[in-house]
């Protein structure tokens, strides 16, 4: 619950995930050994899918740009806590997936431990608040 769609439209969003993956160009790690992404979606509401504009255009271009221009490797893609309401538009949006992406994608709902157990190190880097051992989640945050 630390991302509200309530208080931030999907564009505005966008724009601050395309800041986190240029951060992550800085950083020889991502180029080298890769990037797992984690996407929790707990607290994503219906609602929230319904304001989101463009909302399917938008994610096939993100899809694209994953699979064709991230300047940086992906390790793995793990889709965490999906709602009922994000099941369809994941399943819409695997389609778009190359097998390449499809092979390093997880989709989780309880706990990320097949996660861990499949990357050596990843609970290490994780959050208590994820099952991880790396402190709580504003420890990491603070960190970065």
Do not use: H
Not at 73 to 100: H, S, T
Not at 105 to 112: E, F, G, K, N, Q
Not at 118 to 133: F, M, Q, R, S, W
């Amino acid at each position: 619950d630390r991302f509200n769609f309530d208080k931030i439209a999907f564009p505005d969003f966008m724009k601050i995930q395309q800041t986190w993956m240029d951060y992550g160009l800085r950083d020889a790690r991502n180029q080298i050994g890769g990037t797992v992404f984690i996407i929790d979606a707990k607290n994503f509401s219906s609602d929230q899918l319904r304001k989101m504009t463009n909302a399917i255009r938008q994610l096939k271009m993100n899809t694209k740009y994953y699979q064709e221009a991230l300047p940086f490797r992906i390790r793995k893609m793990i889709y965490f806590n999906l709602p009922k309401c994000c099941e369809v538009l994941f399943k819409v949006m695997a389609e778009w997936f190359n097998e390449k992406i499809k092979a390093k994608t997880m989709v989780l709902a309880d706990t990320l431990q097949p996660a861990f157990d499949e990357i050596p190190g990843l609970k290490e880097l994780v959050p208590a608040d994820y099952g991880g051992t790396n402190g709580n989640f504003d420890d990491v945050w603070e960190k970065t």
